[in-house]
């Protein structure tokens, strides 16, 4: 057999299963290195984290937008259910769910809850709190939540930051479900 063949016979295999390893676990690690920083290297877990106002420097995990006032929840099940609340507001306002390998699972905005959101975040397969009025299954047991409201001014930021002081994002325990 030829140098060339043999070579390519070896090459082509380490390739393939490089480029499948890579882009199998290239969302996971983007993913960790993302819950890494908002989590402040895991000190602030299951609490919503507040980013002040949105400016060209601002470009740690993704490119934000200036006209939004972000606040970001890096979530974890271990200890069971996660109760997610977000105040309600009066221009465009969304949340976002986000599992393990960074794909969105759970969006609802501002027209599906004019009045805020209140939910409690689960594992999949896990039982349903009682008396919760929405449930969210988590197809991973750790994620990012992120909330986004309309803020175009400093005076708009200044009230989503007074209107975000009052959301929650944290573990319950089961006694506190009953």
């Known amino acids: 057999m030829k140098a060339s063949v043999k070579f390519l016979s070896v ?8 480029h499948l390893g ?3 676990a290239a969302p996971y690690v983007l993913m960790d290195a993302a819950m890494d920083r ?3 290297h895991g000190k602030i877990v299951n609490q919503w984290s507040h980013p002040g106002r949105t400016s060209e420097k601002s470009r740690n995990v993704v490119r934000p937008s200036p006209d939004l006032a ?3 929840c890096v979530y974890d099940l271990k200890d069971g259910p996660v109760h997610v609340t977000v105040a309600a507001w009066d221009d465009y306002m969304s949340v976002s769910m986000f599992q393990h390998n960074s794909d969105n699972f759970f969006v609802i ?3 599906q809850a004019p009045e805020g959101v ?6 999949r397969g896990a039982a349903h709190p009682a008396g919760a009025r929405l449930v969210v299954e988590s197809p991973s047991r750790r994620g990012i939540i992120l909330q986004r409201r309309v803020a175009p001014t400093q005076e708009r930021f200044d009230l989503a930051a007074a209107a975000r002081q009052g959301d929650v994002c944290t573990t319950t325990s089961s006694k506190q479900l009953q």
Not at 11 to 18: E, F, W
Not at 118 to 123: F, R
């Open 118 to 123: 209140d939910l409690m975040l689960i594992e």
């Open 38 to 40: 908002i989590s402040r």
């Open 22 to 24: 890579t882009v199998f």
């Open 109 to 111: 905005n501002d027209r």
């Open 11 to 18: 090459l082509l295999p380490v390739a393939v299963v490089t």
């Open 70 to 72: 972000y606040s970001a």
